[in-house]
């Protein structure tokens, strides 16, 4: 992998990170967890979490000007791996309320402090491996921001992938500094197979990886004229911290996407910036197979911890031993295991994105230690 933090200096003093740091991960359960989320661990053998990678490829860009929107039983362990973040940079939510309150709410504080402020959501979660080609997309989308557009980075697709959202594009933007700035026609929820291929094959379409670049009130101004009393409410928020925690149950429970992006775009307001640096949102264990291509025999055998806890004959898949104990292969093709103290999976790499369906069986069992 290239060192994603080896970027050119492009710190932009009106610009601030900000990292939504939530979600259970659960097609990565047993390892992913209500207490132990994937961002808080290290998914790719690189030595840190997926949060703290997250946050060295954003501080060549915006330096320690970096916000972190956490759930409030995250935050002390936020706090430990971001240890050189000022407290005041995490912000902690009661409960979930999707992506739309948690960078709202980011966006409030952050106009409080300066109405010209340009934000960056990106997060806390997915892998980019070219830092250069990411800063210098990001630096495209801050320039496409100030012209007070909602800006996205989307990504070019490698192949027709049902997993993922796509973005239509327009007619190209004639920005300073933002060379590749194109307007988005429109967002386009997973498609089926067929018609993933067809976006692909024509070119048009980028995948949406859910990064936003705003001047922090254009954000909250277009989130008032949709969800008015979500805009309120996080301003509200922001002005009396102290009412926080009477004052988030009430926030509409809605996806940042939906809330502006799609209605802003059907209004001409949002833009694009193409990008063909490697991207993927680990999803799940097959795609986390793919990200470690260097740790698969000639078999097709990828292990993910003790190689010595690991006995596989006629056998190909993903394995991730974690109990202590030997795992056992025998004559099976793309198999999936992960073994934990308090829990065993096995499954196959074809299955992967129905792991969370195991999640919701065991919540609806009320075996919520387990989850």
Do not use: C
């Amino acid at each position: 992998m290239t060192d994603e933090t080896a970027t050119t200096e492009r710190t932009d003093p009106r610009f601030w990170a900000v990292i939504p740091a939530g979600g259970a991960g659960t097609r990565l359960w047993p390892l992913s967890r209500r207490t132990t989320p994937k961002f808080l661990l290290d998914m790719t053998g690189s030595g840190r979490s997926l949060l703290r990678a997250t946050a060295d490829r954003l501080q060549p860009l915006a330096g320690d000007r970096i916000v972190v929107v956490t759930g409030a039983a995250h935050a002390d362990a936020v706090s430990r791996q971001l240890d050189d973040l000022p407290p005041a940079n995490i912000l902690a939510e009661p409960s979930p309320r999707d992506s739309m309150a948690a960078i709202g709410l980011a966006a409030a504080v952050l106009e409080l402090r300066d109405p010209d402020i340009v934000i960056g959501s990106f997060a806390a979660d997915h892998v980019i491996s070219d830092g250069a080609g990411f800063a210098a997309a990001v630096t495209e989308a801050i320039a496409v921001a100030r012209t007070g557009m909602l800006v996205t980075i989307g990504i070019q697709p490698t192949h027709p992938a049902t997993g993922f959202g796509y973005i239509k594009v327009g007619d190209a933007l004639d920005v300073p500094g933002a060379p590749h700035g194109m307007r988005v026609e429109t967002f386009v929820e997973k498609p089926d197979a067929a018609t993933a291929a067809e976006y692909v094959e024509s070119g048009d379409y980028r995948w949406n990886a859910g990064m936003f670049v705003v001047r922090a009130t254009v954000l909250l101004d277009l989130l008032a004229e949709h969800h008015p009393d979500l805009a309120a409410g996080v301003r509200h928020i922001a002005a009396h911290p102290e009412e926080l925690g009477d004052r988030w149950p009430e926030l509409t429970r809605i996806a940042i996407d939906h809330a502006v992006a799609e209605p802003a775009a059907a209004a001409g307001r949002v833009a694009v910036v193409p990008a063909s640096f490697d991207w993927d949102d680990v999803g799940d264990f097959d795609s986390l197979a793919a990200l470690l291509p260097d740790s698969a025999d000639a078999d097709g055998l990828t292990i993910i911890g003790n190689a010595d806890d690991v006995v596989m004959i006629d056998a190909s898949g993903v394995v991730v031993p974690g109990s202590g104990r030997m795992v056992a292969v025998l004559g099976l093709s793309d198999v999936i295991v992960v073994d934990t103290p308090d829990a065993l999976l096995v499954t196959t790499r074809s299955r992967a994105q129905d792991v969370k369906a195991v999640v919701d069986a065991l919540k609806a069992d009320g075996r919520e230690d387990l989850t």
